[in-house]
DNA sequence: ATCACGCAATAGAGCGCTCTCCCGGGGCGG
DNA sequence: CCGCCCCGGGAGAGCGCTCTATTGCGTGAT
């Protein structure tokens, strides 16, 4: 192989100065003559240098890396790691957040470490990620609510920020979106198109942000005099939109007007509607929740209620940075608004 | 805060015995007394000790970290940074080559920090992370044969393995699939239909895995006295496949029989054939590529060529691994073989 | 009883960087 | 003209770990 890399030391007898100089140049910090400043940009450009990282943070106790995990239930199979993952990643929602979170550290220079806690054991690795000092801190995403997690997060003082409320405090930031008027803006598009058998398909009611979602559709429509709402209990996947639209079908053949909880259920549900001769929207209306790439992708291409998930999951990653700054020292909740978008399916 | 966290001789203390006993029992090296063994175990929990990885790494020159890089051309706009992001996992693909990934790295305790480089700049940013000893080497998924990264990685000298072979020779590992074999297939399928009007959607032609599966189809019709095949070039996303399958259409109304380079396109081309009144399959036959999520997701199911992605990405990240151990220091390159998934479309 | 040998455990020298402390010299006020 | 301060630059002490060289000790052969 090649010699050794180039050290500090290699630049600073090259330059004929000090280690220290070379390292305030590298730095940019502190005055330093810019004649020899020259001198050394120029012995480094030579050794071809790049500091080296470990050394660095042996020093400075920072990795300038940020543990980015999804977390969550996952099956506990041999296969399960990365079916995990693989099904993590078949959601668009998912690459919007990674887009958002990129998005920040890139500017700044900070690297994102994939992780994946589906699993206790997967969970402890990450406390063990970050107790080596090999990432600042995590940004976790969690696909359930009472994901343990964050409290392990919290406990161990690590420095993370979630992307949703938990379902019991922690103090730990976070962002979300006000899932209760997603849901409302979702009811009243219905209602004012005239509906009057309105139904849901809610995500899994583990998830806070199912629940919020179904109580906020729930709410508005006994405000508006309908204090019954069929339900059916998905999964935020394809396959389970189909299945709950099917049953709501079976036991409300009347009804003209739906909400899923997501789009890929929405998709689903529009599915089943044409399959058994409903139009959409002309029959049945359908909105769905997310504005993902799916809402534009599908036939007819879905109203949805938006979520600006690039936005919450930049401002994720914000306030992880400023709370490693030490900038930001209080624990903080942001959360957004949602709007809706109306296209074709209602 | 809390005060800093135990070191190795803190537990050595604790313990009663040396820092380097300590360092053995945590690697689980060399021969230490089973009883002393026991007594840095305990240590160590009432310690709570972790080793700090930067001090490992800066003796041991190693991080236990990949670059896994995805590589192409993206906008240079503002939000290109993490429109590309977006993008990139906006398709299915790559979720599904992240999930191999890490279904090999996890067991091995290496992990994957995400890179981009879209940019000359980014990619100068991948080969710096490298040169620091940030990651031990490279795992880079091209969207584009052209793209320079692979040749500036074995300029430098840095450890690295391709998904998908790089347009012109570059003395890296790399894993591939047989696309012309997968074309073959595909037109063997439209042709044993009885399909006698065939016409394809390419993927974007500086890709060499599209001029691939162009190059197959066209072989495998030639072969059956089809010498002239209707082509529309696309961009591998759902609304290249729409314009594409409606420009084709414009041109042969006649065609029977759509050969799509992907399931995206695919199921665009399903959408503009059944806008158009065409069934799908009894009028048009239509196959797609890939074998992703929305092959089974979108109606009617595609037919299509499936990729092993999961195992092709997993076989990507052992090359990396085996040349990192020094178990394999030849260039290796492994081809895998696409079969045929049957369902509704074709 | 003596000595060579092997094995467990220690001492200590780095790995490459940052950062504090210190020094020397030039500018300026008294 | 002298003393003080400030600023550019250097020396050197670590950061926490690994690993080589070395010590100490018990064992078996002589």
């Given at each position: 192989?090649?010699?050794?890399?180039?050290?500090?030391?290699?630049?600073?007898?090259?330059?004929?100065?000090?280690?220290?100089?070379?390292?305030?140049?590298?730095?940019?910090?502190?005055?330093?003559?810019?004649?020899?400043?020259?001198?050394?940009?120029?012995?480094?450009?030579?050794?071809?240098?790049?500091?080296?990282?470990?050394?660095?943070?042996?020093?400075t106790r920072r990795t300038e890396t940020?543990?980015?995990?999804?977390?969550?239930?996952?099956?506990?199979?041999?296969?399960?790691?990365?079916?995990?993952?693989?099904?993590?990643?078949?959601?668009?929602?998912?690459?919007?957040?990674?887009?958002?979170?990129?998005?920040?550290?890139?500017?700044?220079?900070?690297?994102?470490?994939?992780?994946?806690?589906?699993?206790?054991?997967?969970?402890?690795?990450?406390?063990?990620?970050?107790?080596?000092?090999?990432?600042?801190?995590?940004?976790?995403?969690?696909?359930?609510?009472?994901?343990?997690?964050?409290?392990l997060l919290a406990d161990a003082r690590?420095?993370?920020?979630?992307?949703?409320?938990?379902?019991?405090?922690?103090?730990?930031?976070?962002?979300?979106?006000?899932?209760?008027?997603?849901?409302?803006?979702?009811?009243?598009?219905?209602?004012?198109?005239?509906?009057?058998?309105?139904?849901?398909?809610?995500?899994?009611?583990?998830?806070?942000?199912?629940?919020?979602?179904?109580?906020?559709?729930?709410?508005?429509?006994?405000?508006?005099?309908?204090?019954?709402?069929?339900?059916?209990?998905?999964?935020?996947?394809?396959?389970?939109?189909?299945?709950?639209?099917?049953?709501?079908?079976?036991?409300?053949?009347?009804?003209?007007?739906?909400?899923?909880?997501?789009?890929?259920?929405?998709?689903?549900?529009?599915?089943?509607?044409?399959?058994?001769?409903?139009?959409?929207?002309?029959?049945?209306?359908?909105?769905?929740?997310?504005?993902?790439?799916?809402?534009?992708?599908?036939?007819?291409?879905?109203?949805?209620?938006?979520?600006?998930?690039?936005?919450?999951?930049?401002?994720?990653?914000?306030?992880?940075?400023?709370?490693?700054?030490?900038?930001?020292?209080?624990?903080?909740?942001?959360?957004?608004?949602?709007?809706?978008?109306?296209?074709?399916?209602?």
């Amino acid at each position: 192989m090649s010699r050794r890399a180039p050290t500090l030391e290699d630049v600073a007898r090259e330059a004929g100065v000090s280690r220290a100089t070379v390292s305030r140049v590298v730095n940019g910090i502190r005055n330093v003559d810019p004649e020899i400043q020259e001198l050394v940009r120029r012995a480094i450009g030579r050794t071809g240098y790049a500091p080296n990282r470990a050394a660095r943070s042996l020093v400075t106790r920072r990795t300038e890396t940020v543990a980015l995990v999804v977390s969550g239930a996952g099956d506990t199979s041999d296969a399960g790691q990365n079916a995990f993952a693989a099904r993590v990643f078949a959601d668009p929602f998912f690459g919007r957040v990674v887009g958002g979170i990129v998005g920040f550290l890139r500017p700044r220079s900070l690297h994102p470490v994939l992780m994946f806690a589906e699993s206790a054991e997967a969970r402890e690795e990450v406390l063990t990620y970050l107790r080596q000092g090999r990432a600042d801190g995590a940004l976790v995403v969690s696909t359930h609510s009472d994901d343990p997690l964050p409290a392990l997060l919290a406990d161990a003082r690590l420095p993370a920020v979630l992307f949703a409320r938990p379902s019991r405090p922690v103090p730990l930031s976070y962002v979300d979106l006000a899932h209760r008027d997603g849901a409302h803006l979702a009811a009243e598009h219905l209602l004012a198109r005239g509906c009057r058998q309105l139904a849901t398909i809610s995500g899994p009611l583990d998830v806070a942000a199912s629940q919020e979602r179904l109580a906020g559709f729930r709410d508005t429509l006994a405000r508006h005099g309908h204090p019954y709402v069929p339900v059916a209990e998905g999964g935020f996947t394809l396959d389970s939109g189909i299945a709950a639209m099917a049953d709501l079908l079976d036991r409300h053949p009347g009804t003209d007007g739906v909400f899923a909880a997501n789009d890929l259920m929405a998709q689903g549900a529009c599915q089943v509607l044409r399959e058994r001769g409903r139009r959409v929207p002309e029959d049945v209306a359908v909105v769905g929740f997310d504005d993902s790439s799916i809402a534009v992708t599908c036939r007819p291409r879905l109203t949805t209620v938006r979520q600006p998930v690039e936005e919450m999951a930049a401002r994720m990653a914000r306030l992880l940075d400023e709370h490693l700054q030490g900038v930001r020292t209080e624990v903080t909740s942001v959360v957004f608004e949602p709007e809706l978008v109306v296209r074709e399916s209602a």
